[in-house]
């Protein structure tokens, strides 16, 4: 079985903020290791962010911030 990531949701993820709380500006990549497992500990929240946390909880996990990191890069969002 063949995995192939959704590129335009990877994209997302690698410049996604976090909206609320004591890192609310932040990019999901740039949040700390520990605030990511407490997410994990009491629940995600529900929906696309809840997935996008659990998601670089995985990343952080396995040490591929420098794929988000130049996907941010090499993917600039464009200001609007």
Do not use: C
């Not at 995985?58 to 990191?69: A, G």
């Amino acid at each position: 079985m063949e995995i192939r990531p959704d590129s335009k949701q990877l994209l997302e993820l690698a410049h996604y903020k976090m909206p609320f709380g004591k890192f609310k500006g932040r990019y999901l990549v740039d949040l700390p290791l520990p605030y990511l497992v407490w997410f994990r500990q009491k629940g995600f929240p529900e929906g696309k962010l809840g997935g996008y946390l659990n998601t670089m909880l995985t990343i952080k996990d396995n040490n591929l911030e420098p794929v988000i990191r130049k996907l941010q890069k090499d993917f600039p969002r464009e200001s609007t």
